[in-house]
């Protein structure tokens, strides 16, 4: 039985996305697409995405696991002030430069997205249909764990960039505080949000650990793809100040690499000769649990997930903060 146009590019779009872990590219889209409608049954194409070098690629385990002998990271954390401030300010012109050369593929790596490639409105519109997707893993996280989001709840998103998740999370909220370090991309979102008549989302502008005090008095922090992004020195800074700033029974899910064989980050090195463009970082399970326990956060869920491929190992991250001892 075929499969009309719209209903096929669906079913394919959810295999990528449950299969091969990533929004997929035009080509690979319409021509999976194309087999259903010809009469192809759902089956085979599944079968032809668990054939594929790709997803073999990333389930044989060469770049992410298991990790059982290897060795610990050498990773510098501590570091003085004005380091510190480098590193924050290395990585917003960063991505303030890619907000304003590329700012749909930076925030999601596929080639449909470039702006040399003059992506339509009805790529655009599968750019932020992917958000919707963010959401649905958000409630199932809560809905596994007996919780739920809870419509007076005020969330935090990090790293909102185009306002891909934002749109479709603001609504689930009564207060939204989206943060981010590039200013073209918040720009680009708010104008995303406004279109949509998404009203209750406050931007907040994050160039230093200071600013991270906008988080104060949330109930959810969540953050998904962008904390990789920052060296490990400025991840634990977001994840100390977002700990610390939940309300009591709040929430954190998030996403962040964990490991990957051969990585390392001297402060010094790091400054010495700045990387450009997007980069890629670390931050190791044990100085997240530190973390978490300075700040009275209870693990409910961690989880080996595969929103990045080969690699390194990346987890995502359920926490709630304790209201009393018999929390």
Not at 48 to 64: A, I, M
Not at 83 to 101: F, K, T, V
Not at 138 to 146: C, K, P, Y
Not at 306 to 314: E, K, P, T
Request: glycine share 8%; hydrophobic share 40%; net charge negative.
């Amino acid at each position: 039985m075929s499969t009309d146009h719209a209903t096929a590019r669906a079913l394919v779009s959810d295999l990528y996305r449950g299969i091969l872990g990533r929004e997929p590219d035009e080509n690979g889209l319409a021509g999976h697409a194309a087999r259903l409608v010809e009469g192809r049954t759902l089956a085979e194409v599944i079968r032809t995405f668990l054939q594929s070098d790709e997803y073999k690629n990333r389930t044989r385990g060469d770049g992410f696991g298991p990790i059982d002998f290897d060795p610990p990271l050498r990773i510098t954390l501590d570091a003085p002030p004005a380091s510190i401030a480098r590193l924050w300010a290395h990585i917003g012109a960063n991505w303030a430069a890619l907000g304003d050369i590329d700012p749909y593929w930076s925030v999601l790596s596929n080639p449909e997205f470039r702006l040399a490639n003059q992506p339509d409105a009805a790529v655009l519109e599968r750019f932020y249909a992917s958000g919707k997707h963010d959401l649905a893993r958000i409630e199932a996280w809560f809905s596994r764990n007996h919780r739920s989001l809870a419509p007076g709840m005020v969330v935090a998103e990090y790293g909102i960039g185009l306002g891909r998740l934002t749109r479709w999370l603001a609504p689930a909220c009564a207060e939204l505080r989206g943060f981010d370090i590039s200013p073209p991309h918040m720009a680009r979102a708010r104008a995303w949000l406004d279109r949509n008549g998404i009203y209750n989302v406050t931007e907040h502008l994050v160039r230093r650990p200071d600013d991270l005090d906008a988080l104060a008095g949330t109930d959810l922090f969540v953050s998904f793809l962008v904390l990789q992004h920052n060296p490990p020195p400025v991840i634990a800074h977001i994840l100390d100040r977002a700990f610390s700033h939940l309300n009591p029974g709040g929430f954190a899910l998030f996403q962040v690499p964990t490991y990957a064989r051969g990585y390392a980050f001297s402060i010094d090195s790091y400054l010495a000769a700045p990387p450009s463009g997007i980069e890629m970082h670390v931050l190791p399970q044990a100085q997240i649990f530190r973390l978490a326990r300075q700040h009275g956060l209870m693990p409910l869920e961690v989880e080996q997930d595969r929103v990045i491929d080969g690699w390194c190992v990346s987890h995502t991250f359920l926490f709630q903060k304790m209201r009393g001892p018999n929390s």
